[in-house]
């Protein structure tokens, strides 16, 4: 059996789509797995070993200049690419028609479908004429974690009953830096999910008084200012990381001893990785996009933003409920 999924962003989306990979080889040990994503994510794909095939896109890119000779060049490749294979499954992940349309490129093979939603569920996006542009169309509850809704789709579609155990993740843990060290994710491209500036740096200093070194990515000059302004304030213990790729930024974090940060792709990436997380929400949507499972990763805030003492008070929960192999 071969099977291509589609899920081309975001960043968090993205990280929370990988255990289906798990399910499908729980239930087709040899199943071959292709991957469409956008080129920013292609890396952090290519990092799960049971992905066969991962086929770039750049959407985003594209749009920028549809018309250039290096775009009809590139779409080219790619199409040629969902054509190489011939699929018994195609199943689209994002549910927009912008990903439907990718999913009608593949080649299937005889017997062959096209799988996607067939219907919204509560903040997830959707876009109702992927329901006429595919063939299966699977239907959701209208409230659904996201992991969860990923994992019920890739059921329902290839016939395996819902999986209801704790998702797993392709992603592994190296050996912990020692003094341990916690990543705080505090970059987010929405500024409702923003946290306080002294609210980090109250967290940092607890954390630095306890053992922990704080370490603090940053991708652009205004997540590097704001980085280096609150490790300056929590003193000696805070470093502030050079800007990388997010396949360097996951090496990093492979080494971490745990992430506290805002709902982003970021902490989505330290709950793939299995460490002791508290994700800070600052919106009432953590039922949809919180950690799930896993006794030491939790989430906090919800109708509004939480103070520092609270995702302290998590963050103790959560390091005390670790797994004994995550002790440093």
Known sequence: MRILVVKLSSLGDVVQTLPVLHDIHAHFPQAKIDWVVEEAFAELVR??????RVIPVAQRRWRRAPLARST???RGVAQAQLRQEAYDAVIDFQGLVKSAVIARQARLASGGFTATYGNRSELCGYEWPVRY??????AMPLRIHAVARARLLAAKALGYAPPEDAPVYPWTLDTPASPPQVLLAHGTTRADNEWPAADWIALGQELVRHGFEVVLPQASDGEEAFARGVAASIGPGATVLPRMRLPALLEVMRGCSGLIGVDSGVAHMGVALDLPVVEIFSQPR??????VG???QCSVGGDGAPGAAEVIAAWKGSWEARP?????
Not at 47 to 52: G, I, Q, T
Not at 286 to 291: I, K, L, N, Q, Y
């Open 47 to 52: 990092r799960a070993p049971s992905v066969d």
């Open 72 to 74: 009809r060049g590139e």
């Open 133 to 138: 542009l595919l063939q299966r169309k699977v």
């Open 286 to 291: 953590a039922w949809r996009a919180g950690p």
């Open 294 to 296: 896993r006794p030491h």
């Open 324 to 328: 004994v192999a995550d002790v440093a």
